[in-house]
């Protein structure tokens, strides 16, 4: 199973990599750019080249960019749609120079103009970036709480893609806190598969890559996306026990997003969930 966390890059590539050692992830994601702000490390060519040769030797896929929260490509303010949509293309353009095999992104909120005008922009904002980027990193739609006026839904990401002609360069990534503040009860196995049946007839179950791993702070349908420690939530052990163990989901990649103030408190998480499936 390819299991990590979440990590931070702003000390360069290479020391991710040490990282992700350190507390055992067989991947990693990172934030593209500030998560709340927009602004960019400059990643060096000279530290490209060095994280390429350390990640030859390390058993270390996918590597996974995440765009920031802030960035709307529903957004009605034309300054914040043209920012969003010039960071998604500067981003994906990113993601290929570094050889990440993932962009994960937010499909946005439509805030009052409903949601039918919100997935128009996310369509043309996808069609004039996406579709104009030629390298291997594939975009992935997150599935999203429902939180306020949030687009994310699996009907929201299938539409969008539909609209797109359903380019390879797209795919899926699941979130267990999303879909469960969404009304997904992982609690009941056959809620799980509601899941997967949703995933089968709406997006196409090869499209889904990323599973990302967090309790919910929040009962089941309460729309509120706020992570907690795995167990420590309303999904619990038997939740996720009943997600990790499901053949549908065995090669998928699972990314753990919790709300450490330490990323070594990633390495008790990870060695957890290993524990959990061994018992079981
Ligand atoms: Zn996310
Ligand atoms: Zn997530």
Redesign the pocket.
Known sequence: MRLGCHLSIAKGLPKSLEMAREVKASTFQFFTRNPRGGSARNITTREIEKWKELRRNEDLYPVVG?LPYTLNLAASREETYSFAKRVLLEDLNRMEEIGAEYL?LHPGSHVNQGREKGLVKIIKALEESLLKFKGNSMLLL?TMAGQGTEIGTLLDIKEIMDSLGNPDSMGV?L?T??LFAAGYDFQKRQEVQRLIDDLETLVGLDKAKIF?L?DSKYPLGSKKDR?QFMGKGYIQKEGFLNVLKDPVFKDITF?L?LPVKDYLEYKGEIKLIREWLKTE
Request: aromatic content about 0%; hydrophobic content about 15%; overall charge negative.
């Open positions: 995440h994960v997150e990534c979130d806190c999303h990302h967090s992570h990314i997003e």
